[in-house]
């Protein structure tokens, strides 16, 4: 079982639907959560960082965690063309040399269509 | 300001050569990580450095990858005898500290024929 499951996807919606993407994982000692965005042959761009259970919001992004679950979600609100990339969860713990290394999920592709 | 920078965007070489790919970070930031990224996966790490030294190359598949950080800032990955499987993106990003959001480069696409 990997330590990060995200659904790969495809995930199609139209232009204005409210996107809900996903991530599960099983490190309890996991303490920081990243929603990264990958447009096709760029690198990942942050777009949400938080750190305790609960709902943090930036425009039409709100992530969501629940360290009980070990469940996150990103959730994009009236999504355009323009979000179309795919969406990659990332989970950070302090490992034995204080490394706070990224787990990334295996990232979901996301199809909103005009 | 500036992000991370990485160079070439692109290197295509045959199985058995050596590869140098390069990393300009953030100015300022200590914390320097490498990561590759498979057609279709998440970016797996390879690599971290905090100012010079590697404080951690856990995530290094073998002995035929090494990489430094001379002054602190820019970093090189070295790839020796490279194989087909070595194939894929090579992503460098930086933070200012460990515990600190990591911004990513745009990648260096890898092709061994």
């Known amino acids: 079982q990997k330590e990060v499951e995200q659904d790969p996807g495809p995930l199609s919606v139209p232009e204005g639907a409210i996107v809900s993407l996903n991530c599960t994982y099983s490190?309890?000692?996991?303490?920081?959560f990243m929603w990264y965005r990958q447009y096709s042959r760029k690198g990942p761009e942050l777009l949400m960082y938080?750190?305790?259970?609960g709902n943090k919001e930036d425009g039409r992004f709100t992530a969501q965690v629940d360290k009980s679950s070990k469940y996150i979600s990103l959730f994009i609100r009236d999504s355009q063309p323009s979000d179309s990339a795919t969406y990659l969860c990332?989970?950070?713990?302090?490992?034995?040399?204080?490394?706070?290394?990224?787990?990334f999920g295996t990232g979901t592709r996301l199809k909103v269509l005009a | 300001g500036a992000g991370v920078s990485q160079t070439p965007s692109n290197k295509v070489t045959e199985k058995g050569k050596y590869v140098e790919l390069r990393c300009d970070p953030i100015?300022?930031?200590?914390?320097l990580y490498w990561y590759r990224q498979s057609l279709g996966q998440g970016p797996e790490f390879l690599i971290y450095?905090?100012?010079?030294?590697?404080?951690?190359d856990s995530g290094l598949p073998n002995d035929r990858f090494f990489a430094v950080r001379p002054e602190g800032s820019v970093s090189t990955l070295k790839i020796q005898r490279t194989e087909r499987g070595d194939s894929a993106v090579y992503l460098c990003?930086?933070?200012?500290?460990?515990?600190?959001?990591?911004?990513f480069g745009p990648g260096t696409r890898l092709l061994v024929l």
């Open positions: 990003a930086s933070s200012p500290d460990t515990k600190e959001t990591q911004y």
């Open positions: 938080t750190y305790s259970s």
């Open positions: 450095f905090q100012g010079t030294g590697a404080a951690d």
């Open positions: 490190n309890s000692a996991f303490q920081y």
């Open positions: 990332a989970m950070s713990a302090p490992g034995t040399s204080g490394t706070y290394k990224y787990i």
């Open positions: 100015s300022g930031h200590t914390a």
